[in-house]
């Protein structure tokens, strides 16, 4: 396995990695190798867990690529590898073989979102969601600025000073987006975020997640194994089999954006929720 790259990136790599997030506009001569790179390569990724039975595999021969600004959705059933896999993007955990290779041969700024937001329950909403920041000893003003503006985007104005005991489950969830996404990372990955949300706060996260998805330009890979979610969500969704969790669909999400409610009643939806459904039984 290779997973190429170190945070500290040469001034040429940064500059790639910038241009790929959008951040920065590309110099004429890097716009056709632009146009062409995918962010993120995944090629032939192997993992087995060791156990007493010869190893337990549970991803095998995973290769995809990501382009900027994706937003990609892994569905698969449960112990298929999708926390794995995440938890490899995020540089947490390496392969048994295979190669996860980042654009300028850099590993990306991630920002992680679990199934449960994992608050520190002594903690306001603020002083979760500069933690990050804290840890990086960013300066207290600077801080708290930064957390303000991820507050105002994800919609917690007002509960600042709630305790997250206090906080409804949509609510944590998004305390939960806003410290992932405060360090302002490349990537963001999420694992079943709205998991444990009842369906109408969960069918709202997704009104918010898309916003802030627009609003940021982040590239996103989420796991999920909801189909309608991953249809409203995603520009691509990678369906994985039983273990060992290997891509048994790639389907292209051809629906309109901006996307809103409208758009699971149309026909097309109801195709493409069809073709998943037909592929994961
Ligand atoms: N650290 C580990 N050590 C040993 N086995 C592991 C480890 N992490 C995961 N596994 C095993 O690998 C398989 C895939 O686990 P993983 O958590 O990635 O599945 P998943 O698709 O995220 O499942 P779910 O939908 O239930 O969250 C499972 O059989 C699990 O028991
Ligand atoms: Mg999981």
Redesign the pocket.
């Known amino acids: 396995m290779s997973l190429r790259g170190t945070r500290r990136a040469t001034k040429q790599s940064q500059n790639f990695w910038e241009i790929a997030s959008g951040k920065v506009r590309p110099r004429n001569d890097m716009v056709k190798t632009m146009t062409t790179n995918p962010i993120l390569t995944v090629k032939d990724l192997n993992v087995v867990?060791p156990?007493s039975n010869g190893g337990?595999h549970?991803l095998e021969d995973i290769s995809f690529e990501v382009c900027p600004r994706d937003f990609i959705c892994f569905l698969?059933?449960?112990?298929?590898?999708?926390?794995?896999?995440l938890r490899i993007l995020a540089g947490l955990l390496k392969p048994t073989n295979g190669e996860v290779n980042f654009i300028g041969n850099q590993h990306p700024g991630v920002g992680m979102v679990f199934?449960q937001p994992n608050l520190m329950p002594w903690r306001s909403v603020m002083d979760n969601i500069k933690l990050p920041l804290e840890l990086e000893g960013i300066s207290e003003t600077d801080a708290r600025i930064k957390a303000q503006e991820m507050i105002e985007l994800v919609g917690l104005r007002g509960f600042e000073d709630s305790w997250p005991r206090e906080l409804s489950g949509g609510m944590a969830q998004r305390v939960g987006i806003a410290r992932a996404l405060i360090h302002d990372p490349d990537l963001l990955l999420l694992?079943?975020p709205f998991g444990s949300l009842d369906a109408i706060t969960r069918e709202r996260m997704w009104m918010e997640l898309s916003r802030i998805w627009q609003a940021k330009q982040k590239t996103v890979i989420m796991?999920t194994?909801s189909i309608n979610e991953s249809l409203f969500l995603a520009d691509r969704v990678l369906v994985?089999t039983q273990?060992p969790?290997k891509i048994k669909f790639d389907l292209k999400v051809d629906l309109p954006r901006p996307r809103n409610d409208d758009i699971r009643y149309t026909p097309h939806f109801g195709k493409l929720a069809r073709k998943l459904r037909e592929t994961i039984e």
């Open positions: 867990f156990d337990l549970a698969g059933p449960s112990g298929s590898g999708k926390t794995t896999l199934q694992d079943e796991v194994h994985l273990r969790g």
